[in-house]
T-cell receptor
Framework: DTAVSQTPKYLVTQMGNDKSIKCEQNLGHDTMYWYKQDSKKFLKIMFSYNNKELIINETVPNRFSPKSPDKAHLNLHINSLELGDSAVYFC???????????FGPGTRLTVL | AQKVTQAQTEISVVEKEDVTLDCVYETRDTTYYLFWYKQPPSGELVFLIRRNSFDEQNEISGRYSWNFQKSTSSFNFTITASQVVDSAVYFCALSERLLGGSQGNLIFGKGTKLSVKP
């Protein structure tokens, strides 16, 4: 059973398009996150979502928007994709007591 | 500001050597958590260990051991008798308790790429 899953695993698209990445966790956690890993492997938080409270990293462009249809899902929508959006995007969920974050397998986004 | 520094960008060792990956952190909080994650060439992030700020005991898990020293704000990771399968990027991370008690996000170091040659 996969704890945190993401789809798709690879996403290749043209500049200017709008795309979504889906994330689902079956761990019953309340808090979910999106992280971006750039070409230099640097991991940075984009969003955290806890009990309908969204906390946004101020450096994230407003073309990015997380959407949570229910507690188990936190999808990432990206509008007007740019070359610089090419990266690996990781979804994660956190245990409420032990503060351990479990990561999805990542989605490699390539913008051409 | 909260910060995690992994000064070693890349380390290369020969199999069976011991290797230590350094991690230094900065935080103003008294309650925080420290983590190590492994990212093998396949790309997934694998959780290795979590340590809270009140527990300074060192931990050993098989060939892995961790040395947490609050006095120097360090949380170093040692692999004993390294193996080729240990080749990966290793990330140290910090999580802090925010106002109101909720936990913060993970703040990652830039990672150390470990190459273990046969």
């Amino acid at each position: 059973d996969t704890a945190v899953s993401q789809t798709p695993k690879y996403l290749v698209t043209q500049m200017g398009n709008d795309k979504s990445i889906k994330c689902e966790q079956n761990l019953g956690h309340d808090t979910m996150y999106w992280y971006k890993q750039d070409s230099k492997k640097f991991l940075k938080i984009m969003f955290s979502y806890n009990n309908k409270e969204l906390i946004i990293n101020e450096t994230v462009p407003n073309r990015f928007s997380p959407k949570s249809p229910d507690k188990a899902h936190l999808n990432l929508h990206i509008n007007s994709l740019e070359l610089g959006d090419s990266a690996v995007y990781f979804c994660a969920s956190r245990t409420p007591t032990r503060d351990e974050q479990f990561f999805g397998p990542g989605t490699r986004l390539t913008v051409l | 500001a909260q910060k995690v520094t992994q000064a070693q960008t890349e380390i290369s060792v020969v199999e069976k050597e011991d290797v230590t990956l350094d991690c230094v952190y900065e935080t103003r909080d008294t309650t925080y958590y420290l983590f190590w994650y492994k990212q093998p060439p396949s790309g997934e992030l694998v959780f290795l260990i979590r340590r809270n700020s009140f527990d300074e005991q060192n931990e050993i898990s098989g060939r892995y051991s961790w040395n947490f020293q609050k006095s120097t704000s360090s949380f170093n990771f040692t692999i004993t008798a390294s193996q080729v399968v240990d080749s990966a990027v290793y990330f140290c991370a910090l999580s802090e308790r925010l106002l109101g008690g909720s936990q913060g996000n993970l703040i990652f170091g830039k990672g150390t790429k470990l190459s273990v040659k046969p």
